[in-house]
């Protein structure tokens, strides 16, 4: 059975990629939520049900595991895809988090993501549960994702953006600084630029993670051929793959339109 993947949109591609990268053979079926992009300015109630209604379309094609590959909906409806579905649920908030536990010496984290993300305060959670003494700080980035989504990932805009965004960052003492969002992989090399702190990238620890599970509960594809990719959005395919593929680094074919309820 394939592993089964969701986002709001493209940015899920990039935890994609990381999963393939790390664990070739498996099958994945991946659903972006095209039409209702973005999750990030959503109440969480409205993330919930989204995210509830994507989980149900990727169980009805049969799916080993589900991975939300989306801050936002990991922030907010883990805990009940946990409870209301019977397959291992991967976030990519813990992930994120124990790196980042692991990477920071002077105890000070910073998150960016969306406003809904930070608002949760779902990356304190996750870090403070694992050393109570971090302190963390988190800045939301509102632009960043309709930026990315028009391609402009360099250049004075984005960059004057994020030094805007990421300014309170410089001074707070933070020595390790958490990507919690799935399009901010995207822009790393000038976020990275302006803030001048070391990155976390959720991507390569929530692939790590999908290893460790499919690992324990002995479900990896036992089988050397690459796995087959599918892709489900809820909006226009042309789109998708032409931003998709940028973010994913390999060509998008094998791509449907659905409806969700
Ligand atoms: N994928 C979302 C996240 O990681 C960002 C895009 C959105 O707001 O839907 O939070």
Not at 148 to 176: C, F, M, Q, R, S
């Amino acid at each position: 059975m394939p592993i089964g993947v969701f986002d709001s949109g493209v940015g899920g591609l990039t935890v994609m990629r990381e999963i393939m990268r790390q664990l070739p053979e498996e099958n994945i079926l991946y659903l972006g939520d095209t039409a209702r992009v973005p999750y990030g300015t959503r109440s969480p109630e409205t993330v919930v049900k989204y995210s509830v209604e994507n989980t149900e379309f990727l169980m009805s094609r049969g799916i080993k595991l589900l991975v939300v590959a989306c801050n936002t909906s990991s922030s907010v409806s883990l805990d009940i895809l946990k409870d209301k579905f019977p397959v291992p649920v991967i976030g990519v908030v813990e992930p994120g988090a124990r790196a980042a536990v692991a990477n920071t010496r002077l105890k000070k984290v910073a998150v960016i993501g969306t406003e809904t993300t930070i608002k949760s305060g779902s990356y304190e959670k996750a870090i403070k549960a694992l050393d109570g003494s971090i302190k963390v700080s988190g800045v939301a980035c509102p632009l960043f994702v309709p930026l990315i989504e028009e391609g402009w990932l360099e250049g004075e805009v984005v960059t004057l953006t994020a030094e805007k965004y990421l300014e309170p960052l410089k001074h707070n003492g933070a020595d390790t600084l958490v990507l919690g969002c799935t399009h901010y992989p995207m822009i790393k090399g000038v976020i990275e630029r302006v803030a001048k702190i070391p990155l976390i990238d959720s991507a390569i620890e929530t692939a790590k993670e999908v290893r460790r599970a499919l690992g324990a509960a002995d479900m990896l594809r036992q089988d050397s051929t690459d796995g087959v990719k599918e892709f489900f959005v809820t909006d226009a395919t042309e789109k998708f793959v032409r931003t998709g593929e940028r973010f994913f680094g390999h060509r998008i074919i094998n791509i449907s339109k659905i409806s969700l309820p």
